[in-house]
Nanobody
């Protein structure tokens, strides 16, 4: 069982930046693809970005060029740097760990990000 704890989100003005981080309770390593998802009110949860232990990344089209995902396996952390934030980025953001072989999913508790003036 992997527990994921996200940092606090917050209120950011449009055009601003925010960095989210997530710490895993155990070694994540090459067995896990780490990711960030988000869910806006009344909408389904959607993928934001994922990263493998080799550093291969995948981004939703809506965040490409604005968000950057990174991970530090030595510290069991994954981060999401969000720049040029837009009101439509407002959502609860969830950290995710996907075990490649066992097809297990672990989720953080979610953290609210609000982009508003």
């Amino acid at each position: 069982q992997v527990q994921l704890v996200e940092s606090e989100g917050g209120l950011v003005q449009p055009g601003g930046s925010l960095r989210l981080s997530c710490t895993a309770s155990q070694r994540i390593g090459s067995a896990y693809v780490m990711g960030w998802y988000r869910q806006a009110p009344g909408k389904q949860r959607e993928l934001v970005a994922t990263i493998t232990s080799r550093g291969n990344t995948n981004y939703a089209d809506s965040v490409k060029g604005r968000f950057t995902i990174s991970r530090d396996d030595a510290k069991n952390t994954v981060a999401l740097q969000m720049n040029s934030l837009k009101p439509e980025d407002t959502a609860v953001y969830f950290c995710n760990a996907h075990h490649i072989v066992l097809s297990l999913e672990y989720w953080g508790q979610g953290t609210q990000v609000t982009v508003s003036s």
